[in-house]
């Protein structure tokens, strides 16, 4: 559990918590035309993330700082979020974009965990600044063999810096 929280940070920071638990999967979800042509140049190349955990209601699932590298690219229709390190990458949904401010989300069902990580990030040249925001339903049952639903949620301030390239 606690190993898919901070790879999915990763991914987030996009997308980017998942990256270690998926590491041997691709997942797609394509953008729109209008929306990807909108997305600042920029946005695409390596960063270093700094994550700082500002909220959570569980303290023990998420950490409290963390740093990641993502490399995002444009492939055709697809945003790909990569970790350099893992070699993972991840497919990210654009939500949507304004000028220099860039929303994406990741979601992913494994078994009993349903994950969604949003992110939104203002871009300012070689440096961003955002949220990433991420929750848990955990399925479990009772002693009654009811389903019953945990959530776990935790919010993050992150800071991104681009690698000269």
């Known amino acids: 559990m606690k190993k898919i929280l901070i790879l999915s940070l990763s991914i987030c920071i996009f997308v980017l918590i998942n990256i270690y638990v998926f590491a041997e999967e691709s997942f797609v979800l394509k953008t729109g035309i209008s929306k990807i042509d909108n997305v600042p140049k ?7 993330v700094q994550a700082t955990r500002t909220f959570t209601n569980d303290e023990k699932s998420f950490a409290k700082d963390l740093t990641n590298l993502w490399n995002l690219r444009r492939n055709g229709n697809v945003i790909e979020l990569g970790n350099p390190i893992t070699g993972a990458t991840a497919k990210v949904y654009l939500n ?13 069902e494994e078994g009993n965990v349903k994950y969604r990580d949003t992110v939104i990030i203002t871009i300012n040249g070689d440096t961003f600044e955002g949220i990433n ?12 063999g009811k389903p019953k639903n945990e959530y776990k949620k935790a919010t993050y301030k992150i800071k991104g810096f681009k690698f000269l390239q």
Do not use: M, P, Q, Y
């Open 42 to 48: 920029e946005f695409f190349g390596t960063w270093s």
């Open 96 to 108: 949507n974009v304004e000028d220099k401010e860039i929303t994406f989300t990741h979601s992913e």
């Open 133 to 144: 925001e991420l929750a848990l339903e955990i399925t479990k049952k009772d002693a009654k």
